[in-house]
Nanobody, 116 residues
Framework: QVQLVESGGGLVQPGGSLRLSCAAS????????MNWYRQAPGKERELVAT????????NYADSVKGRFTISRDNAKNTVYLQMNSLKPEDTAMYYC?????????WGQGTQVTVSS
């Protein structure tokens, strides 16, 4: 079955960096677009970044452009989110997601807290 397992979250000071990972299994990872989403308390889940199957196309929410970088390693079935210059407003649960046809699959999430 499809599994997405996020890791790498934690507590970091403003201006710091974190790298999130999402390990995928149960499907042909290299053929699917992957996304990172986040959800802060009391807010709707929002799309943060998207990467195409080959990694040749990426897209970002305006709020993270220039600070976050999405990448993938198809040999390792893993997608990453490098987050630099973190701000308190980046505090959220971060999820990776893929869509296989009409079905969306989500990981369990990893918490990122940006605070001094």
């Amino acid at each position: 079955q499809v599994q997405l397992v996020e890791s790498g979250g934690g507590l970091v000071q403003p201006g710091g960096s974190l790298r999130l990972s999402c390990a995928a299994s149960g499907f042909t990872f290299r053929t699917y677009t992957m996304n990172w989403y986040r959800q802060a308390p009391g807010k709707e889940r929002e799309l943060v970044a998207t990467i195409s199957s080959t990694g040749g196309y990426t897209n970002y929410a305006d709020s993270v452009k220039g600070r976050f970088t999405i990448s993938r390693d198809n040999a390792k079935n893993t997608v990453y989110l490098q987050m630099n210059s973190l701000k308190p407003e980046d505090t959220a649960m971060y999820y990776c997601k893929t869509s296989l046809g009409l079905v969306n699959y989500w990981g369990q999430g990893t918490q990122v807290t940006v605070s001094s």
